[in-house]
């Protein structure tokens, strides 16, 4: 059974993750509830993982979490939602004894046939980069300790999973997940009691490759940018906003992952040609910002010739939305937004905060309009409710027609530009790309 907190979670996360990664896509995504496995994930997103793993996928999981958040008012909160603390070293306490406890926590769990999610890198890099950092030993080993707890009676899995955002922190983004075949820990019985410590190393090594294989990773974060804007001229791979919507995700991150190990395989410094392309391409996305132009803008400019009746037929479309989800939403995300910009140093935490937060008190603010819907419109509290459901797409309404707004002025402003020379740069770009870099 799944406790209180974490059931009401599971049902509305959804609902608001959806709004958040319309575009997703699950590969080989477990179908069971339970199942008494460890599934090792990527860190990318910070809070974002855990919400996005335990939403989008069928596995009830409990969380292994940072212990100084488990202060004594959100301690009660947490348990019930299924979140587990682990002690480091940093944390200055008596980390070995108190993660005894928890580990003995996570041998009860297993042992009752449930799930464990637990992030192997440990940390999330401060500035979002397809990478996987070196993968930790503590969710093996804590495979290893349940084992010997259980006598071995009961099989015990370890799976990987990679969560491949095109951008955590863009709304409308994509969200691609993958999950590696399990491996039954038990096979390792014999070795293991020869050589625990190697076996736990090796089974390590293992799940890291298992996750490397779920994922798009750059062995040199150096090289993150030149990956990227790769991706944001082809149009191909896994960038939030420089995509062809008629590639499918799942090709899309194929590409991305391929694209990554052939960088992986052939990008250094003694390579001029790359190198020479790479400091062209910073260069002219250098040009974009000084000229106050964003790629996909100029790219619909030239490709369309300019035209705006999609952004207009929107704003007309969307404005009657636009002033409900205005009216209902604005005031609480701007206080919401400014708070979290503010307490939060890192903002690899915004855009997780941001939603959690908005769901609850978006959602708590809004609940006197039931009543005034069945006082002043229309007497029924089952109309109310269902109003109040819809306040959300009114919000997402507010926020397309702001970003269709902008668009539209974008390219208001392009069209008194001279943009041949850019694009020129840019098409002789593409051209050296396809020349020098072979990836399908």
């Known amino acids: 059974m799944m406790r209180f907190l974490y059931g009401i979670l599971w049902f509305t996360l959804e609902?608001?993750?959806?709004?958040?990664?319309?575009r997703r896509k699950l590969i080989n995504s477990p179908k069971e509830f339970y199942g008494r496995t460890i599934y090792v994930s990527n860190h990318a997103a910070s809070f974002m993982d855990p919400l996005v793993i335990a939403s989008f996928r069928r596995p009830i999981v409990f969380f292994m979490t940072r212990s100084d958040i488990f202060t004594p008012l959100m301690k009660p909160i947490l348990w019930a939602s299924h979140m587990l603390p682990i002690y480091r070293q940093q944390d200055?306490?008596?980390?070995?004894?108190k993660n005894e406890e928890v580990f003995n926590t996570c041998t009860k769990i297993l042992n009752h046939g449930r799930n464990l999610l637990i992030f192997g890198e440990g940390f999330t890099d401060d500035v979002f980069i397809r990478r996987l950092k070196p993968v930790k030993k503590g969710a093996v080993r804590i495979g290893f300790i349940t084992l010997e707890k259980i006598n071995w009676k009961k099989n015990v899995y370890l799976a990987a999973v990679g969560c491949n955002y095109s951008d955590p922190n863009e709304m409308r983004s994509d969200l691609l997940i993958s999950t590696s075949d399990k491996i039954c820990l038990n096979e390792y019985r014999?070795?293991?009691?020869?050589?625990?410590?190697?076996?736990?190393?090796?089974?390590?090594?293992?799940?890291?490759?298992?996750?490397?294989?779920?994922?798009?990773?750059?062995e040199d974060a150096k090289l993150a940018p030149f990956h990227e804007n790769v991706m944001k001229i082809t149009r191909k791979g896994m960038n939030a906003l420089c995509i062809d919507k008629s590639i499918l995700l799942e090709e899309r991150w194929r590409y991305?992952?391929?694209?990554?190990?052939?960088?992986?395989?052939?990008?250094?410094?003694?390579?001029?040609?790359?190198m020479e392309l790479k400091n062209r391409l910073e260069l002219y996305f250098k040009s974009l910002k000084t000229m106050k132009i964003d790629e996909p803008s100029l790219f619909d400019m030239v490709t369309k010739n300019g035209i705006r009746s999609k952004e207009l037929a929107y704003l007309i479309v969307l404005f009657p939305f636009m002033i409900l989800g205005f009216l209902h939403c604005a005031l609480p995300y701007f206080l919401i937004k400014r708070f979290v910009e503010k307490k939060f140093r890192r903002r690899v935490f915004w855009s997780s905060v941001k939603l959690l937060l908005g769901m609850i008190i978006i959602g708590l603010v809004n609940i006197p309009f039931i009543f005034l819907f069945y006082h002043f419109v229309f007497p029924s509290y089952w109309l109310g409710f269902l109003y109040y459901l819809l306040i959300g797409a009114f919000g997402l309404a507010a926020y397309m027609w702001f970003r269709y707004f902008n668009r539209f002025q974008q390219k208001g402003k392009l069209k008194k530009m001279d943009l041949t020379p850019i694009w020129e740069e840019r098409r002789e770009i593409l051209v050296q790309i396809q020349t020098l870099i072979s990836v399908a």
């Open 15 to 22: 609902y608001v993750l959806r709004v958040f990664y319309p």
């Open 92 to 97: 200055g306490e008596d980390t070995k004894g």
């Open 190 to 218: 014999e070795e293991y009691l020869a050589n625990p410590n190697k076996v736990i190393s090796e089974v390590t090594k293992r799940v890291e490759e298992l996750l490397k294989a779920q994922l798009t990773h750059i």
């Open 256 to 274: 991305s992952q391929n694209l990554a190990h052939w960088f992986n395989a052939n990008v250094n410094e003694e390579n001029t040609s790359l």
